[in-house]
């Protein structure tokens, strides 16, 4: 069976502006969360150990996009490595563990882990690793237990614990018991919604892991920008962006996403960072969204889109836009 990652790569080498929801936006949706539970917890990025329970797309996906933002961050990747780790259904993604338990390609880079030794035991891992996230995403309910929560309030004062599978019958563990475990320290999300949650007189309102934050705004932010490729750095700074737009009264009480409510004007903002990415990185059409051109589709002519909020300025030529939140609204408004 081809993977996914096999077929995104090979129809992205063609040329083809695609991106795999499943493994580039679930990605982003996670890592966006991560950063916004720093605005909690006060920690920096850099020095944050990962684990994923689950080593499948999505949870590889979501390792590698947090290792490139770790180097954006100025990290060395190979130390950026060493504080992801992976756990698969053998158990933990690690170079000294028995060979009859082969590493993938795509684990691999992940493996490196000096001091660390081999464990089947979920729980076990949490204890060596000692990690400050635990995201799971391998649709196994309830196996976030409540020693492994207590394990993590050890050596956190904030365990931030992502139960990111759906639907609800297959998370790795409940709001509920992820507040009362942590005796109301965990900062919790989860891929499906939870009810607000009330400890000891303290309510608490979960994140909402949906990848509906991400993949409009990468579409909007992608076509607006005329990007001839979907790149990671775009994914990154979807991610960014998202977590970004997360009150502070959201934050107050552990929501490391805003609102579902909000999700329409995520995406002209999560549509803006993806667009100025695109130009970053090279692979915006030449003169994007100057004078509110939208670039036309495989070579066509564009569309110019007058605007009363455009802060474009100039007739399309020369430079980058300079307004790609303008221009996206443009985009959205004109084009769909």
């Known amino acids: ?48 150990t990962v684990l994923f329970f689950g ?16 180097v954006e961050d100025g990290v060395d990747e190979p130390i950026a490595r060493s504080n992801v780790f992976l756990f698969d259904s053998k158990g933990l993604v690690v170079d000294s563990r028995p060979a009859e338990f082969a590493i993938s390609d795509d684990k691999a ?17 949490v204890k060596r690793v000692k990690p400050t996230h635990l995201v799971g995403a391998a649709a196994q309910p309830s196996v976030f237990t409540k020693k492994i929560i207590e394990s993590m309030c050890k050596f956190n004062p904030r365990p ?16 509920t018991q992820a507040y009362e475990w942590s005796k109301g320290t965990a900062v919790f999300a989860s891929g499906t919604l939870f009810a607000p949650v009330t400890y000891k007189g303290t309510t608490f309102a979960p994140g ?5 934050f991400i993949f409009p705004g990468v579409a909007a932010g992608s076509l607006a920008s005329g990007a001839s490729s979907v790149t990671d750095g775009m994914f990154l700074a979807a991610a960014r962006s998202l977590a970004s737009r997360v009150s502070e009264e959201n934050l107050a009480v552990g929501a490391v996403y805003p609102p579902t409510s909000t999700i329409r004007e995520a995406a002209i903002g999560v549509g803006a960072a993806v667009a100025a990415a695109a130009a970053a990185e090279g692979v915006a059409a030449e003169g994007a969204c100057r004078g509110g051109l939208i670039p036309g589709r495989n070579g ?23 307004n790609w939140e303008a221009c996206v609204r443009d985009y959205l408004k004109t084009c769909l």
């Open 300 to 322: 066509a002519a564009g569309t110019r889109v007058p605007s009363l909020d455009a802060l474009t300025g100039g007739d399309g030529g020369e430079g980058a836009c300079a």
């Open 109 to 125: 880079p992940f493996a490196a882990k000096p001091g660390v030794s081999f464990t089947s035991s979920l729980e076990e891992a």
């Open 55 to 70: 080593a499948g797309q999505a949870n590889i996906g979501a390792a590698e996009l947090l290792v490139k933002a770790l």
């Open 1 to 48: 069976m081809t993977s996914c990652f096999v077929l995104c790569n090979r129809f992205q080498a063609k040329g083809a502006r695609t991106y795999n929801d499943d493994i580039q936006g679930t990605a982003a949706v996670t890592v966006a969360g991560i950063l916004g539970s720093l605005r909690v917890t006060k920690g920096k990025l850099s020095e944050q």
């Open 160 to 175: 931030v614990v992502f139960a990111l599978s759906n639907p609800t019958s297959k998370a790795e563990c409940t709001a």
């Open 208 to 212: 909402f892991a949906n990848n509906a």
